[in-house]
């Protein structure tokens, strides 16, 4: 037997059925068909409310990457206070829901209709390369409109005991540090509307001190780049990395603790920071703990004396819980049966999906209570990489809806 995760706090909580945003697994799944992916709104607002009790006066942000599906973006945008693009596709969605003065636009390899798409639009753009930089000069010269443009820092330091590092070595993302102070002044200097930093160190920590070390690294770095180019930066956003606990042995991040030394650190900022905004983006830890996977049992085998469930669902929708989205070592999701969330577990089973393929399992010998053909089968913290970082058409099988409660 494998352990599982724990189930996010809102779920936790044992109804004799699993219930999402107010009706039961059963009733989405009679309503949408399975495999359906439900967004519970009240969870995502309870994390939003969480992060304003815990920084106050700091803007939010949320990545739209994280996850795309519509409706969510749009109860999202209503929730925060600017909405960050890494495509024209995500910059598209984000128009529909947030003035342009609102979204930012990251991301390595900008083509140049990208680049004309946010300079017309009138977003900002993260640059991530002096190239960058001067593509989106001479688009904006072109245009007649005066750029809206952020430098994107490559830190010197990584956020520690992150999932996945983006600072601290030779990367595709950002402006080297040392660099950085010239490329602004050449933006001020051509005209552009310089609107600050952005420095993204990493992703998925659970350590609330690693979050606070790599924020106040942020705060003294932005100052002494700031100083350095002579420019005093409209907004420095912080980048993000908050993590959700998707396995045994995580423990929640200890945001109220974040929030409380970047406060700190905020006070004692330098001169040249006195007017500047400062801003977290995030996209998991707003959104995957209101996403429940519910998909049906098709088959129920036994082989070499294990039990495999065979759902309708599997890893072209849900490839994170497969482990093979940025994980090493396949670990269990948290996984229920959702018509016996009361029941303690019977036997030790492995959920596998409908994929011709041994990477499809969504749950490795994990002990449920007894599901036959027909039950709905809920995998937790579905809320963000989910369906838009899964590849769909893999065999064929239709794609899974989508619905926000
Ligand atoms: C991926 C990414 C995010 C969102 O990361 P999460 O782990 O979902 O919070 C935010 N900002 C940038 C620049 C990213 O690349």
Same mark, same amino acid.
């Given at each position: 037997m494998k352990p599982i995760g724990p189930l996010p706090p809102e779920f936790a909580g044992r109804s004799g059925e699993l219930v999402v945003a107010g009706r039961t697994a059963g009733e989405w799944v009679a309503e949408h068909g399975s495999p359906v992916f439900v967004y519970d709104r009240s969870v995502a607002a309870a994390r939003v409310g969480r992060f304003r009790a815990a920084f106050p006066g700091v803007d939010l942000h949320y990545a739209i990457k994280a996850n795309p599906f519509a409706p969510l973006v749009e109860a999202m945008a209503g929730m925060v206070d600017g909405l960050d693009v890494a495509s024209a596709g995500e910059l598209r969605l984000a128009l529909a829901h947030k003035p342009a003065d609102a979204i930012s636009f990251a991301g390595p390899g900008k083509r140049d209709a990208e680049l004309e798409a946010a300079v017309a639009a009138g977003v900002t753009v993260n640059l991530e390369s *002096? @190239? *960058?930089?001067?593509r989106a000069l001479a688009i904006a010269e072109r245009l007649g409109d005066t750029p809206r443009l952020a430098v994107r820092v490559n830190p010197s330091f990584e956020l520690r005991g992150s999932g996945m590092r983006m600072g601290g070595r030779p990367s595709p993302f950002g402006v080297d540090t040392e660099r950085v102070p010239a490329l602004v002044r050449r933006i001020v200097a051509a005209g552009a509307d310089w609107r600050g930093f952005h420095v993204y160190a990493g992703s998925q920590t659970l350590d609330a001190q690693a979050v606070a070390d790599t924020q106040a690294a942020t705060v003294a770095l932005a100052a002494r780049l700031a100083e350095e180019a002579g420019a005093e930066p409209p907004l420095v956003n912080l980048g993000g990395g908050f993590g959700v606990p998707y396995f045994a042995g995580d423990a929640a991040l200890d945001v109220e603790r #974040? %929030?409380?030394? !970047? #406060?700190?650190a905020l006070r004692a900022r330098p001169g040249v920071l006195a007017r500047s905004r400062f801003a977290i983006e995030l996209g998991r830890w707003l959104v995957a703990e209101c996403g429940v996977y519910l998909t049906r049992v098709v088959d129920r085998k036994e082989s070499g004396g294990e039990t495999f469930l065979v759902v309708d669902? %599997? !890893?072209?929708?849900q490839l994170a819980a497969s482990g093979n989205f940025g994980t090493v070592v396949r670990r @269990?999701?948290?996984?229920?049966v959702a018509g016996r969330m009361e029941t303690e577990p019977e036997e030790v089973v492995s959920v596998v999906g409908c994929l011709c393929t041994p990477l499809d399992r969504l749950g490795d010998r994990v002990a449920l209570p007894r599901a036959d #053909? %027909?039950?709905v089968i809920a995998l937790f913290l579905a809320g963000a990489y989910g369906a838009s970082a899964s590849p769909a058409s893999f065999l064929g099988h239709p794609p899974a809806a989508e619905v926000l409660g």
């Open positions: *002096e @190239n *960058e930089a001067e #974040v %929030g409380a030394a !970047l #406060v700190e669902g %599997g !890893l072209h929708h @269990n999701y948290p996984i229920a #053909v %027909g039950d």
